[in-house]
């Protein structure tokens, strides 16, 4: 090392050892920045700029040699062999030009390869430099030295462009060009010190040996040429440099633009971030930049995946900054970007599908307006739960109806049936611990399923409290709320579903049929009343479309002209099979089934249609439920069955009872006074058993008043009922409205409401009710009575 040192402190020109590593600074810069542009150009441009890239390092290596040569001083007359000198340069750029091929091919270890043969370019140009070198004296080489210097040259070399190709910052351009300058400037003086010159005076230089001044013109030459090709690959790189950035930026606004979150990764580093996944995260983009995906994606199956499986979604969850996860779905991409391999991570949200996925699962086993299970969700259930019975324990099944439930959808709307089903769920929700189930089966019907339980009492216990429940006063006072229960027990009743909720639903008419508001437990004996009733309504439903309905008609007398001023239209139902069933029976059950309103325009329109035949003038009485009174379109649809059947308004009277006046007091008002506008009259029905308000007479457009049956055949044993009935027809005459007494059986009834001046009477004495062929000497010529019969009794209809 001594040795080496003082050939340079003491046989050297300084200034031109500065001069040698200068130029030897500015090849090595040149060789990688011109071999990185090298390695991102393909097919003819990789070789133009490797040939460049392997001329201008040949050069530097080249005139770096000579540079120190002319430095070197050994005291003697020297010159250079021309055709040496121009081989060394030669080597130089060739095995140059070798090794920096190598080193850009896709092989793992190509740098190291490469970088190792240019440092053999160096030595091979080196000592055929030296063996140019022509002196008047003798060379002695120390082998040692010798040795050294190529092995200095090889180690330093094949680590100097492993740094240079490696990342993309300055401090490894940089690290790589030093490098390769101290492997060439590391040989070169090396090996100088292994050469020692012994003056000999018979050794004299051939002609042609190109003099030291000679040298240095070449040298400059290449000197300016290597600085040439420093600065274009300066130039070049910075070019490249701002494209990149510029790049870069295009496609971070690009990544911005996009509303999924994107990660543009080096392998598991994060190198790049957008907005969206930096809003996704909760983390700052420029605080993402250089951590990993561990941090962001903590799942490595996830991670494994994504990476062997490009162009392929894989779901995983994604850490949030504050420790939560939301899960994502990962898609990534293989790209260039700053001229280097990387992938893109496009981050796709999947919360909001998540949450999209869950509440359609939860639609599909739940109802959508109380939230209780389903029928679906509620059958698996209780099929498991009978799975799992255990012997000696049973299992309850309560099936729900609310009572007159489609009364409060016609009266106040669906809105409030709704609103009513909904307190309905919550309020007996409340009673049940989490074993039991409350669903919805379907409009008003919900059950109960009680497993794991000791017996029937259970069952009784929790019926007695879902009624109690429902008496608590609602929202809307005016709205009561009541439910009639069905209780079916396993294994008892039954060992399937199927049967059990048969059972229970049995069960839940025998409630509706001994006055609602109950429950009832199934008995075996239940199932063929049930039965029947179930084929009651089914022939209902069919009644009109079979021509089974008709309208018996009873007349109605001015007991102060002895006529008869109008019918009553009374609906009858004459079943083929059941024969004549009464109105008392199958109203009811059509009110409940929903099967009011049809049949209920179907008499409206046959009493029309009836009354318009009709040669006499006379009025027909038809009586309207609640129900239809209700309905949003009734004085629309009576107005047209009027003009379909030809019939004048004032010809025309519908009675309504007093209950349907109270359940929605300005809706009827207005229902009410649209039909007057049709010149339809209209009567209060059975009053006195209702609330009987004196504020409803006054309210209402009434046209007359009606005293119910059970008042008129009590006159004669009951004071009280005489008295109501004076009393309803003084309050007549005090409002200027006919009074009608209806039910009249007897001569005595009939003298009572003459003598209190009682305007028409209807019953069984002046008629019975029967087919409108019956009264033809009415309808069709003139409308006097004939004499009352005698006094008898006769049923009512």
């Known amino acids: 090392m001594l040795k080496v040192y003082n050939c340079i402190a003491t046989e050297h020109d300084l200034k031109l050892v500065a001069l040698a590593a200068f130029v030897c600074i500015l090849a090595s810069v040149a060789a990688i920045r011109l071999l990185r ?121 094949a680590i100097a462009l492993p740094v240079g190709l490696h990342g993309d910052s300055e401090r490894w351009k940089i690290g790589g060009a030093l490098l390769l300058t101290l492997a060439i400037c590391g040989h070169h003086f090396t090996a100088m010190g292994a050469a020692s010159i012994l003056p000999d005076p018979s050794i004299t230089m051939s002609q042609t040996a190109l003099p030291a001044e000679w040298l240095a013109f070449a040298v400059a030459i290449a000197s300016l040429g290597v600085l040439g090709l420093a600065t274009a690959g300066v130039v070049i790189d910075i070019r490249d440099h701002r494209r990149s950035e510029l790049e870069t930026d295009r496609m971070r606004e690009l990544a911005d633009a996009s509303v999924e979150g994107l990660l543009v990764c080096n392998g598991q580093t994060i190198v790049s971030a957008n907005k969206s996944f930096s809003q996704l995260v909760g ?144 309020r007996l929700s409340a009673l049940l611990d989490d074993r039991k189930m409350m669903a919805r089966l379907g409009g008003d019907e919900f059950a109960i399923l009680m497993p794991d339980i000791a017996g029937p009492a259970a069952a009784s216990r929790l019926a007695e409290s879902i009624l109690e429940a429902l008496r608590e006063s609602s929202d809307a006072p005016e709205i009561s709320i009541a439910t009639s229960i069905g209780i079916a027990l396993s294994p008892d009743d039954a060992t399937d579903r199927q049967s059990l909720l048969n059972h229970a639903d049995v069960a839940l008419y025998r409630a509706k049929q001994e006055g609602r508001n109950t429950y009832r437990f199934f008995e075996a004996k239940m199932g063929a009343e049930v039965r029947n009733r179930r084929l009651l309504e089914h022939d209902l439903r069919q009644a009109i479309a079979h021509k089974e309905l008709w309208l018996a008609y009873q007349p109605q007398l001015d007991i102060r002209r002895g006529k008869v001023v109008g019918f009553e239209a009374l609906l009858r139902w004459k079943n083929p099979t059941r024969g004549e069933i009464s109105p008392g029976v ?163 009834e009939l003298r009572f409401l003459q003598e209190e001046s009682c305007d028409e009477v209807q019953g069984y004495l002046l008629g019975k009710p029967a087919a409108i062929g019956s009264f033809r000497q009415y309808t069709h010529l003139d409308t006097d009575m004939p004499e009352a019969a005698p006094p008898r009794r006769a049923a009512s209809a």
């Open 283 to 426: 983390i700052p983009a420029d605080s993402l930049v250089g951590g990993t995906l561990e941090n962001c994606f903590p799942d490595p199956i996830a991670r494994f995946s994504l990476m062997s499986q490009p162009n392929h979604g894989i779901e995983t969850e994604l850490r949030h900054r504050d420790g939560s996860m939301t899960p994502v779905e990962l898609i990534m991409r293989p790209i260039i970007f700053a001229e280097r391999p990387h992938h893109v991570i496009a981050v796709r949200d999947l919360k909001a599908r998540k949450d999209a996925e869950q509440h359609i699962h939860f639609l599909a086993h739940h109802d959508a307006l109380t939230g209780l299970p389903n029928r679906s969700f509620f059958n698996a259930r209780v099929d498991q739960e009978i799975a799992a019975l255990e012997p000696g324990k049973s299992l309850g099944i309560l099936c729900l109806d609310l009572d007159r439930f489609k009364e409060i959808n016609d009266l106040f709307g669906h809105a409030t049936g709704d609103r009513t089903l909904q307190v309905v769920a919550s």
């Open 37 to 157: 542009y090298a390695r991102h150009s393909k097919g003819r441009m990789r070789r133009i700029w490797l040939t460049v890239s392997a001329i201008s390092t040949g050069f530097g290596i080249w005139a770096t040699h000579f540079i120190a040569m002319l430095a070197f001083t050994p005291g003697l007359p020297v010159g250079y062999n021309i055709v040496l000198t121009v081989v060394s340069l030669i080597a130089a750029i060739a095995l140059t030009g070798i090794g920096l091929t190598v080193s850009l091919m896709n092989w793992r270890h190509g740098p190291w390869i490469g970088g190792a043969i240019v440092a053999g370019g160096i030595a091979a140009m080196h000592y055929t430099g030296m063996a140019a070198f022509e002196v008047a004296g003798t060379v002695m080489w120390d082998p040692v030295l010798v040795a050294a210097s190529i092995a200095i040259g090889a180690a330093i070399g």
């Open 586 to 748: 199958f109203i009811p059950i059509a009110e409940e089934i929903g099967a009011i309103l049809p049949i209920g325009d179907w008499v409206l329109r046959e009493a029309c249609r009836e009354a318009a035949t009709w040669k006499t003038p006379l009025k027909v009485a038809v009586n309207v439920s609640a129900v239809q009174l209700h309905t949003a379109t009734f004085a629309k649809d009576l107005h047209q069955i009027l003009i379909e059947t030809g019939l004048p308004g004032k010809r025309l009277e519908i009675e309504i009872t007093e209950t349907a006046l109270v359940r929605d007091l300005n809706r009827t008002l207005a229902t009410l006074r649209q039909v007057k506008a049709l010149g339809v009259e209209i009567a209060m029905d059975d009053f006195g058993t209702g609330y009987s308000s004196l504020s409803n007479l006054r309210a209402f457009p009434f046209d007359r008043i009606k005293i119910d049956r059970s008042f008129i055949k009590s006159v004669h044993n009951n004071q009280q009922a005489a008295t109501i009935v004076r009393a309803v027809l003084g309050l007549g005459k005090g409002l200027g409205l006919p009074v009608i007494a209806e039910g009249v059986e007897t001569n005595e």
